[in-house]
């Protein structure tokens, strides 16, 4: 496996762990109200947000530059 290749892989995977964590921290605000919880759900959507645009410029980016 390349390097880019285990790059795009590892962010795949961050995208993935952000949205649970999202999801749980949402679900724990629905049965606990805590502006915590709230908080950390809206982070981690911001922060997968995030992971997407950057993945999606770092494939643009090899595609443009012919790395394989």
């Known amino acids: 496996m390349s390097l880019k290749n285990f790059h795009i892989l ?3 995977v961050s995208v993935i762990l952000t949205v649970y964590f999202g999801s749980w921290a949402f679900s724990n605000y629905r049965a606990t109200p805590t502006m915590t919880y709230l908080a950390l759900g809206i982070a981690s959507v911001m922060i997968g947000a995030a992971l997407v645009v950057y993945e999606m410029a770092f ?7 012919g790395i394989q």
């Open 10 to 12: 590892f962010i795949s």
């Open 59 to 65: 494939i643009r980016k090899c595609r443009r530059d």
